[in-house]
T-cell receptor, first 110, second 112 residues
Framework: DAKTTQPTSMDCAEGRAANLPCNHS???????VYWYRQIHSQGPQYIIH???NNETNEMASLIITEDRKSSTLILPHATLRDTAVYYC???????????FGTGTRLTIIP | DVKVTQSSRYLVKRTGEKVFLECVQD?????MFWYRQDPGLGLRLIYF???????EKGDIPEGYSVSREKKERFSLILESASTNQTSMYLC???????????FGSGTRLTVV
């Protein structure tokens, strides 16, 4: 699976959109981009995934660049409960195993 | 609400004890996984299973074994617990295909 690079930490004001970037310049054509988050002392939680097109669900939006070398997770109206570590993972589901990096620690500021 | 249930939230065991960590999922998922999480090291895959009675080594299998006798249950076994196995253990399951993993809440194991 391709390696991803994320900033170590970010802050965002409550109520604003949180934009979390991820670089995956070596991603291959059959690898999906997955996002998970982990709130303190809990197991990781699936957020969203995509292959080529932008995706949106009730939690977030995922914007993938046309060359697929980077993506951005958008939390449209961040709340204090969105404070967590966010993991971006390039995943070939044929391998069926996720490899987690160190993620981005997002802190929502009141 | 679909879920992955880990039998214990906190566990304290003595060095040399045999330890069983149990994980049960109610989603009829084919795949199940055991990770451990340590500060500064992130989540590391210990073992995983694609099907009943099947198991595959992950990145750090040493000192661990697993058992999957039924589709819904995946057990992690520490044959002889050691202090360096003190960690948060996380179980997950997934269906075949580009679907997300569902994680349990974790078991914080302390070996003294």
């Amino acid at each position: 699976d391709a390696k991803t690079t994320q900033p170590t930490s970010m802050d965002c004001a409550e109520g604003r959109a949180a934009n979390l970037p991820c670089n995956h310049s070596t991603i291959s054509g059959n690898e999906y981009v997955y996002w998970y988050r982990q709130i303190h002392s809990q197991g990781p939680q699936y957020i969203i995934h995509g292959l080529k097109n932008n995706e949106t669900n009730e939690m977030a939006s995922l914007i993938i660049t046309e060359d697929r070398k980077s993506s951005t997770l958008i939390l449209p109206h961040a709340t204090l409960r969105d404070t967590a570590v966010y993991y971006c993972i390039a995943f070939n589901f044929g391998n069926e195993k996720l490899t987690f990096g160190t993620g981005t620690r997002l802190t929502i500021i009141p | 609400d679909v879920k992955v249930t880990q039998s214990s939230r906190y566990l304290v065991k003595r060095t040399g004890e045999k330890v069983f960590l149990e994980c049960v999922q109610d989603m009829d998922h084919e795949n199940m996984f055991w990770y451990r999480q340590d500060p500064g090291l992130g989540l590391r895959l210990i073992y995983f299973s694609y099907d009943v009675k099947m198991k595959e080594k992950g990145d750090i299998p040493e000192g661990y074994s697993v058992s999957r006798e039924k589709k819904e249950r995946f057990s992690l076994i520490l044959e002889s617990a050691s202090t360096n196995q003190t960690s948060m253990y996380l179980c997950a399951s997934s269906s075949v295909g580009p679907y997300g993993y569902t994680f349990g809440s974790g078991t914080r194991l302390t070996v003294v």
